[in-house]
C-alpha cells in the first residue's frame, strides 16, 4: 500500500495564480484532512471531508477551497494565491468513528507564493 | 479543549530510554491523549494513545498518571531515527467532532550517539 501520497511535492506561484493541490489514499479512510504548517508552529486544519461527496471547514479555511468527489481523492485549491498561503500543506486520513483521531499523513506540499 | 504543556526539547542517548512528559491538568474524564511525531520535513506520525490504563504498541508505551493529569510517552530503546519533534494532543470529547487534531509545540528530542 502507498498509504497516503500528495501531488505535487513542491510548487513556486505567483501572487494571483491557483493551482490544486492532489491528495490520493489506498487505505479505504472515510475521512480526509487538510493541514497546513507555518514555520515553527504547529498544524492547522483548513478542510476536512467525513465521506466521498462531503466536505467542511476547518480552523482556516479562507482563500481555500476542496472537493472529495472520488472516495481515494481529496482536492485542495487556490483561486488566487498570495503570499500568507506560503507554507507545507499535509493531508491526512483516517478511519471514520472513535479510529478518526488515528490518522495517517501525506509527505506534505511545499508551496511557496512569491 | 484541554490545554497541554510539554518541554520544549529533550536530549536522550542511543539505546536508552527516552522519557517525554506531557501534562494536561484540565483534562476530562472521557478525552483521550493522543502522542504524534514528526520527523523533519515529514508528515506527523500517529504513534500511540490512552484513556486510563497504560498502553503499549510496538513503538511506544504510554502512561497516564492515576489522577490524568499528566502522562509520560517511553521509547524504551531510542534510535537516532528518533529524532523528531512529539505532540502530545488530548483529543476533544463529543462524538460530533471532526477529528480534528490541535497540534501545540511539541517537544524535540534529540537522540545522540
Known sequence: NAGVTQTPKFRVLKTGQSMTLLCAQDMNHEYMYWYRQDPGMGLRLIHYSVGEGTTAKGEVPDGYNVSRLKKQNFLLGLESAAPSQTSVYFCASSYDGTRRYEQYFGPGTRLTVT | ?113
Open chain 2, 1 to 113: 479543549d484541554a490545554k497541554t504543556t510539554q518541554p520544549t526539547s529533550m536530549d536522550c542517548a542511543e539505546g536508552r530510554a527516552a522519557n517525554l512528559p506531557c501534562n494536561h491538568s484540565t483534562i476530562s474524564g472521557n478525552e483521550y491523549v493522543y502522542w504524534y511525531r514528526q520527523i523533519h520535513s515529514q508528515g506527523p506520525q500517529y504513534i500511540i494513545h490512552g484513556l486510563k490504563n497504560n498502553e503499549t504498541n510496538e513503538m511506544a508505551s504510554l502512561i497516564i498518571t492515576e489522577d490524568r493529569k499528566s502522562s509520560t510517552l517511553i521509547l524504551p530503546h531510542a534510535t537516532l531515527r528518533d529524532t523528531a519533534v512529539y505532540y502530545c494532543i488530548v483529543r476533544p470529547s463529543g462524538s460530533g467532532n471532526t477529528g480534528k487534531l490541535i497540534f501545540g509545540q511539541g517537544t524535540t528530542l534529540q537522540v545522540k550517539p
